[in-house]
């Protein structure tokens, strides 16, 4: 293979919006030429869009001063006054937009599609769906001081996040017909509770990196088109709440010696994606 088609290959597939792109182009054609049997009630799918998230303001305790529990060579070696204050605070932190990817598997409790289960009639307009998602979750670098030691500093994050939700679904339908009996045109609503998974790597100390996992919350909502039977495009709308702690040990915000100093912040976050989705 000639040189140039070897490095605009390893060029795309580095950037995860070219390949994404790609694979949604991919499957859009795929689905399209698939033969249909049966309207479908399972489903699974893919989507990509925007994710933007509210100021947010971390805390980290420092209430184990003398000595540290992670990283035990960034104990005190010398005599040191005791801290006199719980926590080290900051305000109005701002989160980067960042690109999100996810996929998602569903079933609405219908006795059409691949189970023929024997569900009461009413059921068809409920659901479960798990929804995966990855987004980068970085706090550009920005002037904040540190209270209650005033101390003035740039801070900076870069770190990801990953989303595993289970909701309950719920939907109806217009626009039917005799392929789409439920209605082409699907508005639907779900909520639920999920794990978040977050990496933070910040550089207020020598080491301050830590991979965590976290209970949340997430609602999305969202207009689905069944182009047919088995294939749909959806556009959506999620909330995203996650309160995410960091379990480090280092030296940090002008403090003399190691602490151990978890950090605790809330996120609230606002996505806005588009998808395919093949059902069976």
Known sequence: MPRNNIVNSVASFNNPLVTITRYLTSMLFFLLLIPTFSWAEMYVGGYLGANFGLSTNPRWDAHYYQGTKIRPQYAPTGTYAPLTFPAFNADNIGVEPSLMVGGKFGYWFSREGALKANYPNFMKYLGLELDISYNALNWGRQNVVISPVNYAT????????????????????????????????????????????????????????????????????????????????????????????????????????????PMYTTYNLFSLTVGVAYHF
Do not use: C, W
């Open 154 to 261: 740039k801070i900076e994050n870069n770190g990801f996040m990953v989303t595993a939700a289970l909701l309950v679904m719920g939907r109806y339908g217009f626009l039917p017909d005799q392929e789409v009996p439920f209605g082409r045109l699907q508005p639907y609503l779900g909520i639920g509770p999920s794990i978040v998974v977050t990496r933070t790597s910040l550089n207020i100390g020598r080491d301050y990196k830590s991979s965590e996992a976290d209970p949340g919350f997430m609602v999305e909502t969202g207009l689905r088109y069944m182009i047919r039977k088995n294939f749909s495009i959806a556009g959506e709308f999620k909330y995203r709440y996650a309160r995410i702690h960091a379990d480090v040990d280092d030296t940090v915000f002008g403090i003399p010696y190691g602490l151990y100093v």
